[in-house]
């Protein structure tokens, strides 16, 4: 039996490119007494990776060159001798950029297939959702009426955020990089405007968008937009940051935004790590999977098929090339046929 | 009766200079009933005026062109139609850039010139004593053996920052303008290290002077020390932001520190206006007057003479020439012939 791999050929200096991933064909060890083996189904991407592909100092390790690159992971067990697994269970796993994983089972946790699309678990009601909530609710603590900008608000954190402050009563604005975004955004998620980044003079066009200027900016890109919203602060403003994507593939240092409207308005910014509130797990769940279910959250997948075609969506990520939550399909869905 | 003031002529375009203001002399309005006239002996200079020759927004309203700067003072009553105040009483006023002030007396608060140097009013017990206490103490919240960076340690506001992060057990490390300052900060004040910001690279210097690099970065001055303290946070790190003067006389807006190391370390910034914390004010004197009387925390004043020196005195303190609290000694002090 052959696994797939996509493996960390080079780090990238600079922008990421075909030739820092590998792709191998190795062979499966046999199933060990305990193990459970499983095909992955979709292999989630997310902004963080280009961190480890990264060895600069961070707050994870980076992968190994030669090994595959690391990946939230929906899976469904094909053999199992482990009692607790069952061959046909389907479970989140963070097995990384290849077509099966193997382990004692401790990174597994099962899925209901009825309660949620299998696919959830790696985005609106995965890490990308706690993401959007713990910064927005925990951090941001937005009140109804404030104004609360996101950007990449297509994508599977900002399409979050925005929806979340909706419900708690907040004006929500999105930044996305095309007008088909825009459109969507504010048609189908509800945010009551939304600016091209692409297009637009983004501080003219942010501050039209926000007539009470800006009490939550949640940080998820850095960049222009980044230097925008911190000049439209208002007083006691909070910033939640959780990434800076557009600086990720910078060769270099790019220059921040200059923190003097920080200051003049006595505002606040909080570095946070999704991995470290994993306890706000449960209350997450709780508040936003009703939501999903009752159609008030909505999400959106930008689907690619195929494991070989992961570095190249990857990319695309990077540079915002995708609509809604990136996923490659590494295998058929069989609760989606 | 004429009084001397130096009044805001125009708003500075970048740098400030000699042309941006004006000294004139004007007669003083009689005293009316309940009124209260002093003379100024001290004005203090501090970096913030700078935010008031300009109409950019900000906390606090300009400056008006053609009035006299804004300032805190301390000054002797000289006569009194006000029961509340006696002819030589030493009072604390904010009466800006001129020989004499005039009001109903609920600005004053008065001075007991037995229980420390007037002067103190407006430096190491005023306003940059309580700015220092804010930030570290409250904002930064300092635990026993964390180290603390702060700039300008030499002066007013940074001087307190780190001999109350040492009374707290914190390593304190200062960076300053001259050899001559640093071994001040290290010889009389007791910090642990200071760096030479126009001699060293920053960076590598700070990096020596933190093995265990940065939990507090006390942010008071923005550009090349802000861009080498953000490289050596530690995870959690807190960032109060109290000022930029590096900046502040930059045409347009300088960048920012790159927000990457306040991601990845989970750190926080908090901008804070110390006019906003005034109620700390009981807490403050309370801790650190008798630190004060006892030579556990010291000071050092840089004092210029006569009011229409003024403007040189402010330009160098934007520069960093200042050597301790800057002072303008606009008429003798009585207390020290």
Same mark, same amino acid.
């Given at each position: 039996m052959t696994n797939r791999r996509v493996l960390l050929r080079s780090r990238p200096s600079g922008k990421v490119g075909h030739d820092n991933f590998e792709i191998r064909d190795v062979a499966m060890p046999a199933l060990g007494d305990g193990q459970v083996l499983r095909r992955t189904i979709y292999l989630s991407l997310d902004p963080y990776m280009r961190g480890r592909m990264s060895d600069a100092p961070s707050y994870a390790a980076p992968v190994t060159v030669g090994e595959a690159m690391c990946g939230h992971t929906v899976s469904q067990v094909i053999d199992s001798r482990?009692?607790?697994?069952?061959?046909?269970?389907f479970v989140a796993a963070y097995d990384g950029w290849q077509q099966y994983g193997i382990s004692d089972g401790r990174d597994l946790r099962k899925l209901d297939p009825q309660a949620a699309p299998i696919s959830?678990?790696?985005?609106?009601?995965?890490?990308p959702g706690l993401t959007a909530f713990v910064g927005l609710i925990d951090i941001g603590q937005p009140a109804a009426g404030e104004t609360v900008v996101v950007a990449?608000?297509?994508?599977?954190?900002?399409?979050?955020v925005g929806q979340l402050a909706k419900i708690r009563g907040c004006r929500s604005v999105g930044v996305a990089g095309s007008d088909a975004k825009c459109r969507y955004v504010v048609d189908e998620l509800g945010f009551d405007a939304c600016v091209n980044y692409k297009q637009d003079d983004v501080y003219t066009a942010l501050k039209t968008a926000c007539p009470r200027r800006i009490?939550?900016?949640?940080?998820?890109? +850095?960049?222009v937009v980044s230097a925008a =919203? $911190?000049?439209? #602060?208002?007083r006691g403003a909070r910033i939640p940051l959780c990434g800076l994507i557009a600086e990720y593939n910078?060769?270099?240092?790019?220059?921040?935004?200059?923190?003097?409207?920080?200051l003049v308005?006595?505002?606040?910014?909080?570095?946070?790590?999704?991995?470290?509130?994993?306890?706000?797990?449960?209350?997450?769940?709780?508040?936003?999977?009703?939501?999903?279910?009752?159609?008030?959250?909505?999400?959106?997948?930008?689907?690619?098929? +195929?494991?070989?075609?992961?570095?190249? =969506? $990857?990319?695309? #990520?990077l540079e915002g090339r995708n609509f809604g939550k990136a996923l490659v399909r590494v295998s058929p869905d069989p609760t989606h046929p």
């Open positions: 482990n009692a607790s697994f069952r061959q046909g269970d959830t678990a790696i985005g609106v009601l995965g890490m990449a608000a297509a994508g599977a954190v900002g399409s979050v009490d939550i900016y949640f940080e998820n890109v +850095g960049g =919203a $911190f000049r439209l #602060l208002n910078a060769r270099g240092e790019a220059p921040g935004p200059n923190l003097l409207p920080v308005n006595r505002a606040m910014i909080r570095g946070f790590i999704v991995s470290d509130h994993v306890d706000r797990t449960v209350a997450f769940i709780a508040e936003v999977a009703p939501y999903v279910r009752a159609g008030r959250i909505k999400y959106r997948e930008d689907i690619t098929d +195929g494991l070989d075609a992961a570095p190249e =969506a $990857f990319m695309g #990520l």
